[in-house]
């Protein structure tokens, strides 16, 4: 979903649908999604040569994931693509997310506002005030018991951000407050605020 510069990289090829010269027709689409549907072209590419590819649909539950995270819009192929992911993500296949879901104590079904307000901020917790590879260890890894610690600490540090976040809030608020907040402008900086929320 970012804008594509004038000039192209030097490359075999350049995926992203908004490169200048795209129609926009699929400029909503997140990093996952783009990623996800290149390997379905390269997937279709490798049965016309009579070879077998991975199992694609198995990571949908990381699209849908990625793709509500992302806030991309729900329609056309993020729709479908969220809709299949979440009936991926139902059968508690993959360690990290079944991991991150107990420790979130999301006890329903997955649904878009699970993957929103409960498992997206968690993945993105270790980027925010941790390590910015926390999320893609726990995704990726298979280890039940690896997945469940990644998760607690992601869910820790979630709590972390949330207060860290309310904190700068209500400082920022007051000091707009004490500016006045009936002009064109509001605005508040302060020191030390952690710049990851």
């Keep these: ?104 104590r999301m006890n329903r079904a997955p649904d878009t506002y699970a993957l929103g307000f409960l498992l997206g901020p968690r993945v993105n917790a270790g980027g925010r005030i941790g390590k910015a590879d926390m999320g893609a260890r726990l995704l990726a890894t298979a280890n039940p018991q690896e997945a469940r610690d990644l998760a607690q600490v992601l869910d820790t540090l979630n709590t972390e951000r949330r207060d860290i976040e309310t904190a700068v809030r209500d400082a920022a608020l007051a000091q707009a407050t004490a500016r006045g907040l009936d002009g064109p402008l509001v605005w508040a900086a302060g020191e030390g605020w952690h710049p990851g929320v």
Excluded: Y
């Excluded at 979440?86 to 997310?97: D, H, N, S, W, Y």
């Design 1 to 104: 979903h970012h804008l594509g510069g004038e000039t192209l990289p030097t490359a075999l090829a350049c995926v992203n649908p908004n490169r200048q010269d795209e129609n926009g027709e699929l400029g909503h689409l997140c990093a996952a999604s783009v990623t996800f549907l290149m390997l379905v072209e390269a997937n279709r590419q490798l049965r016309a040569a009579e070879a077998t590819g991975p199992d694609l649909m198995a990571l949908l539950d990381l699209v849908a994931l990625a793709t509500v995270a992302d806030v991309a819009p729900l329609i056309g192929v993020n729709r479908a693509l969220v809709r299949q992911g979440l009936k991926v993500m139902a059968r508690r296949e993959r360690p990290g997310i079944v991991a991150l879901a107990d420790a979130a």
